[in-house]
């Protein structure tokens, strides 16, 4: 069980977006826990837009995202540098729409984050394991993906643009802990000839030879060169023997496929979750990484509905019975939550230790104790309005009232000596005092409970 990790400190970047040619203010601010990546427009409103891949709008030579009408663009490295430096929540403040591009790698973002360092943060890390293959395959592109079960995340990537100057190449990542030294610094690259194309399709505006390896295929005239040169404001620009523009030298003879390597990352970055398993990405590209990134996240989701939070009893709690007095009104002999153990903006973690000794045992049913059903939902219900009244700043001045119960249902008995982890989620953000929310116990990781319960908080 590892914890979630966040930046020690800010972390500013300052450059232009490769494709919208525009000056880019970008900081890395700390984020709380089960925060996830989440870019926030400054010039808009601080608006935000996860880092997931529902949002996903586009793949046109880089992955873009939008929420509510606000864009983010080019956002593959600066995730792939988060996720290699094992971070889970952060928020990633940009003053306009793009990225910016650097050297056209994850070099100066890895070593940033490196240098300010990252803490642990309380609540635990969702790691989801690959128990099994998963497959993706476009018959079109000959693009394979592949997942397989593994004690670590790791990669191979192999890319083939039936070019006679890249050739066949191959990039393998043995563990995340390698990615700063290995992978971080390989620059993003495009042929030649595709750059007539770029530049009629009004992108690459902040591109220059020393941020993108060009690779020439084909034999190109003097004339051809000398309008590039004027592009890119360069008073000259050649072709090296190894085929590539001059003013670069390769940083690795297998760097474009590195750098494939480096968008599968920053793409699977997507799917919300760190992966256990071995990732085998045949010819990859960002609209096959993230269709790939889909698949997987609707399996974890899916996943994640049956399947129990991960708790640490070794741990001290996130509420104590003691400090859970302070936020709800309950008392003795109705407050039935014991403890939280995980709290974020539309989730709570609540335990109940089913004793022997509580009192509608004795009557409930003489000789055969069962915890009654109504008693398992108020207790949801308790876990419930902790999560509401952490809204407020003055809980201890507000009742909780059920309104409604829909959905209930039990599973299975819940007997003396039981423990039960509950989680509630929101269904829907809460408005004026109302929560609505979906809940389950799990004992032994499995069911026993769920409904789904709307709330009220009301001024004493």
């Keep these: 069980m590892q914890k979630q990790k966040t930046i020690k400190d800010t972390i500013h970047f300052s450059g232009k977006g490769i494709h919208t040619g525009l000056l880019t203010q970008m900081t890395l601010t700390p984020a709380k826990e089960n925060n996830g990546i989440v870019f926030v427009r400054t010039d808009k409103d601080n608006a935000r837009v996860k880092a997931i ?24 490295h600066i995730l ?28 100066e973002f890895s070593e940033k984050i490196a240098h300010v360092g990252i803490v642990e943060q309380r609540s635990y890390r969702y790691t989801y394991n690959i128990e099994k293959e998963i497959y993706y395959i476009d018959e079109e592109s000959g693009t394979e993906i592949i997942v397989l079960p593994d004690d670590e995340y790791n ?42 194309l770029l530049l009629e399709k009004n992108l690459i505006k902040g591109g220059d030879i020393n941020n993108a390896i060009v690779i020439v295929e084909n034999k190109i005239d003097n004339r051809k060169l000398s309008n590039f040169a004027k592009v890119f404001k360069k008073n000259e620009i050649q072709i090296t023997k190894s085929g590539i523009l001059n003013n670069l030298e390769l940083r690795h003879k297998n760097e ?27 010819k990859p590209g960002h609209t096959h990484n993230t269709n790939f990134a889909k698949k997987i996240r609707d399996l974890i989701l899916k996943d994640m509905k049956v399947t129990a939070p991960l708790v640490d009893f070794n741990e001290k709690p996130f ?17 039935f939550i014991d403890e939280i153990r995980d709290l974020g903006d539309d989730f709570i973690v609540g335990v109940k230790y089913v004793k022997e000794d509580e009192d509608y045992f ?70 004026r005092g109302l929560c609505h929310m979906h809940g389950k116990g799990f004992v032994d990781g499995k069911i026993v409970v769920e409904a789904d319960l709307l709330a009220q908080i009301a001024k004493k």
């Design 53 to 76: 891949v529902e949002n996903v709008y586009s793949t046109d030579r880089s992955t873009n995202l939008k929420q509510n009408c606000v864009f983010v663009k080019t956002v593959e």
């Design 80 to 107: 792939a540098a988060i996720v290699g430096n094992n971070i889970d929540n952060v928020d990633i403040l940009i003053d306009n729409e793009e990225v910016p591009i650097s050297d056209g790698s994850a070099k």
């Design 155 to 196: 990669i191979d990537v192999t890319i083939d643009y039936n070019s006679s100057t890249l050739g066949i190449q191959k990039a393998t990542l043995s563990s995340l802990k390698n990615f700063n030294i290995e992978i971080a610094s390989s620059r993003t690259f495009c042929f030649l000839h595709e750059l007539e």
């Design 256 to 282: 474009a496929a590195r750098h494939k390597l480096l968008d599968v990352i920053g793409d699977l970055a997507l799917i919300g979750f760190p992966l256990k398993g071995k990732v085998i990405a045949n």
């Design 319 to 335: 509420y104590n019975k003691e400090q859970i007095k302070e936020i709800l009104p309950h008392r003795a002999p109705f407050l």
């Design 362 to 431: 004795r009557g409930h049913f003489p000789g055969a104790p069962v915890m009654p059903g109504v008693l398992q939902l108020e207790t949801m219900a308790q876990a419930g309005g902790v999560l509401i009244l952490n809204t407020v700043v003055d809980p201890e001045n507000y009742l909780t009232y059920f309104m409604k119960i829909d959905n209930a249902k039990f599973k299975q008995k819940v007997l003396p000596g039981d423990t039960i982890i509950f989680k509630l989620e929101l269904i829907s953000p809460i408005r």
